[in-house]
């Protein structure tokens, strides 16, 4: 009787190592209403405005027009590829002015401007010449890092005028089993040099912060959590299983 009980006190010590090692689904799930509990409840965010050209950044301009002439003289004799080298090689740089030089147009201020409104501002400049055109302007150098705990880490252009600190983890596969979702690092860049932000992916105030969209040249890194060397991911399956076979046995012997 005594054995039949230390048997089963030793299965039940392995089976709750086993166990314990696991994370609560609390710590990865994202955006909870830690604050807000009413997940019907619109998320106001003020801070949705637009990246500001600055300095250094390249633009890719294009001007169309249906008129045969017009566009003739716009076109150039390359294919459109349409890739990201492509726009690279045919974008104009911001110089320290904030001016953008293109084609005949001596130069326009794009500095502080939305990508929007510099489009309104380059058409205007263009329209002194032209009749009839549409300027399509594209921030190529909308790059962003994301590194750590996510499937895909890496630098991906977006190809997009706003993009989200969330959007931006999808693009990377989204988070592994053990990253730390309420510790995410955002590093950005200032005028002083950079500006380092712990970012919680677990709470639904995320929606109303200023960093939820990300801007040009943002890193992100998600750390994996301290238990992952003991959790799963590293888990010796096989000596565990070696363990529970040897419990079982015993318990079966002493019976």
């Known amino acids: 009787m005594l054995s039949n009980i230390k048997s089963a006190t030793l299965l039940m010590a392995v089976m709750t190592f086993l166990t314990t090692s696991c ?11 830690n604050t807000i509990p009413d997940y019907s409840q619109e998320f106001v965010n003020e801070q949705r405005d637009s990246y500001k050209i600055n300095t250094g950044d390249h633009l890719y301009l294009k001007v169309y027009s249906s008129d045969v002439k017009t566009a003739k003289y716009f076109r150039t004799d390359f294919p459109e590829l349409m890739n990201n080298s492509y726009i690279y090689l045919n974008s104009y740089k911001v110089d320290e002015e904030g001016f953008v030089k293109y084609s005949f147009i001596e130069k326009v201020q794009v500095k502080d401007l939305t990508i929007e409104e510099a489009q309104i501002a380059i058409q205007t400049a263009v329209e002194e010449y032209f009749d009839d055109v549409t300027v399509q302007i594209k921030l190529v150098n909308f790059r962003i890092s994301i590194l750590g705990e996510v499937p895909s880490p890496g630098s991906y252009t977006i190809d997009r005028e706003q993009i989200t600190i969330l959007q931006a983890l999808s693009m990377a596969g989204g988070l592994k089993d053990f990253a730390q979702a309420d510790q995410v690092t955002l590093v950005r860049k200032s005028s002083n040099g950079s500006i380092v932000k712990k970012i919680d992916l677990t709470d639904s105030k995320l929606l109303e912060s200023e960093y939820l969209f990300l801007l040009p040249d943002d890193v992100i890194y998600v750390a994996p959590r301290s ?10 399956y096989g000596l565990a299983a070696g363990i529970i076979s040897i419990a079982l046995s015993i318990v079966a012997i002493t019976q």
């Open 23 to 33: 994370i609560s689904l609390k710590k990865t799930e994202l955006l909870q209403p």
């Open 227 to 236: 238990s992952k060397s003991y959790a799963f991911e590293k888990f010796p």
